[in-house]
């Protein structure tokens, strides 16, 4: 027996495996007819697959910068006892005209003219004082 011999039968074989197992020009293109236009260029080509097994990325909504709101301004409470002035306005002599309400001395609704203000700041929510010392809250 020739060993050398039988190692030189062992490498033919092997390339003879090797080259049936690679498919012959004619098998490579029935393979590729067999992928439909996989081969062939289309204008939606550049979406197909592009999306497959893929999750979206999460979108964020864009983050507005935070507006502070303002407080509406604070109501003095009149204490108790304090006539109110509602629909009010100031005159030219420092004095203010309006409808009184909780007043002892007039009735409610009445319209009055005070004397003219000396303390205090002429806004709604606030508490002024006359020159004779009568107290009114601005409605």
Same mark, same amino acid.
């Given at each position: 027996?020739?060993?050398?011999?039988?190692?030189?039968?062992?490498?033919?074989?092997? +390339?003879?495996? *090797? =080259? &049936?197992?690679?498919?012959? $020009? @004619? /098998?490579? %293109?029935?393979?590729?007819?067999?992928?439909?236009?996989?081969?062939?260029?289309?204008?939606?080509?550049?979406?197909s697959?592009?999306?497959?097994?893929?999750?979206?990325?999460?979108?964020e909504?864009? +983050?507005?910068? *935070? =507006? &502070?709101?303002?407080?509406? $301004? @604070? /109501?003095? %409470?009149?204490?108790?006892?304090?006539?109110?002035?509602?629909?009010?306005?100031?005159?030219?002599?420092?004095?203010?005209?309006?409808?009184?309400?909780?007043?002892p001395?007039?009735?409610?609704?009445?319209?009055?003219?005070?004397?003219?203000?000396?303390?205090?700041?002429?806004?709604?929510?606030?508490?002024?004082?006359?020159?004779?010392?009568?107290?009114?809250?601005?409605?």
């Amino acid at each position: 027996e020739d060993v050398e011999g039988g190692d030189e039968e062992k490498k033919v074989e092997k +390339k003879a495996v *090797a =080259v &049936k197992s690679r498919p012959t $020009p @004619k /098998q490579e %293109k029935k393979a590729v007819s067999k992928k439909g236009n996989e081969g062939s260029s289309n204008a939606f080509d550049i979406f197909s697959g592009a999306f497959d097994n893929q999750a979206l990325p999460d979108r964020e909504a864009p +983050k507005k910068p *935070a =507006v &502070k709101k303002q407080a509406p $301004p @604070k /109501q003095k %409470k009149a204490p108790p006892g304090t006539p109110i002035l509602v629909n009010w306005r100031a005159n030219g002599d420092g004095s203010i005209s309006g409808q009184i309400i909780d007043s002892p001395n007039f009735m409610n609704g009445e319209a009055i003219t005070t004397s003219p203000i000396v303390k205090g700041t002429v806004e709604s929510g606030e508490i002024v004082q006359t020159g004779s010392g009568s107290r009114y809250a601005l409605d």
